[in-house]
């Protein structure tokens, strides 16, 4: 379906979606962050389906940047889900033919975690290696995303921007940010991860150093939200 000259959209199968061989994670994307909560809930609604008899089950929709200039696809909005379902695929005896975007460094505990999880999962859920094997081939061939294409960075943003209040991918002053890191095109890829680490870090604010487990304060969100955004 083509609503605009910049803008496609069409349903694709799981299975399809992880062969995109550019599928790549932009650099002013947060690390993957899922919480074993997020990760039982998407695994338990594929169940519920699966177990209904159901033919088909829409898990959601993704939003891929047509980077020409890289020859790849950036993933703008859909990053935990494929993350997540690319951790699921590695417990299915054929993965290799599936996408291998690169992580960032922040990534790699949280990916450890909920891939161990997965496995647990699969162990108390669903049983033996056939069925195992079964349920992967559920998600993989009945269930699909709507997968929207754009070829203009901006739009991209504005649709996660519009769609995504749920998400916790991106904040607000992310958007901006891109638009920094997009402006640094004689630099190289380690420069633009190293800025956009600092980036991060600067809006981190600790009002209770003295405190463990009490939660920073994200200055630049709490700006975007309560002046600068509305």
């Not at 609503?3 to 062969?19: E, G, P, Q």
């Not at 962050?33 to 008899?53: H, I, Y």
């Not at 079964?134 to 921007?161: G, P, R, W």
Request: aromatic share 10%.
């Amino acid at each position: 379906m083509d609503t605009n000259s910049n803008i496609k959209a069409n349903i694709v199968s799981v299975d399809n979606l992880l062969k995109i061989e550019k599928l790549q994670i932009p650099t002013y994307q947060r690390p993957y962050l899922w919480k074993e909560k997020n990760v039982r809930q998407l695994l338990e609604d594929v169940k519920t389906s699966m177990d209904a008899g159901k033919k088909y089950y829409r898990i959601g929709s993704v939003i891929l940047y047509d980077n020409k200039e890289e020859n790849a696809y950036d993933i703008v909005d859909g990053q935990q889900r494929i993350t997540t379902l690319l951790l699921l695929c590695t417990y299915r005896k054929s993965n290799e033919h599936y996408c291998k975007p690169k992580f960032s460094i922040e990534s790699y505990d949280t990916i450890k975690q909920n891939h161990t999880f997965i496995g647990e999962w699969l162990d108390e859920n669903i049983g033996n290696d056939k069925d195992k094997d079964e349920f992967i081939q559920y998600v993989l061939k009945s269930c699909d995303f709507v997968k929207i294409e754009v070829n203009n960075l901006t739009e991209a943003f504005q649709m996660f921007d519009s769609q995504n209040g749920r998400g916790k991918e991106l904040e607000s002053y992310n958007l901006l940010k891109a638009f920094h890191i997009r402006a640094m095109e004689q630099e190289s890829r380690e420069e633009k991860i190293k800025c956009d680490r600092r980036w991060e870090n600067a809006t981190q604010y600790d009002p209770t150093p003295k405190i463990k487990d009490d939660p920073n304060i994200d200055i630049l969100k709490q700006i975007f939200d309560e002046q600068l955004y509305r």
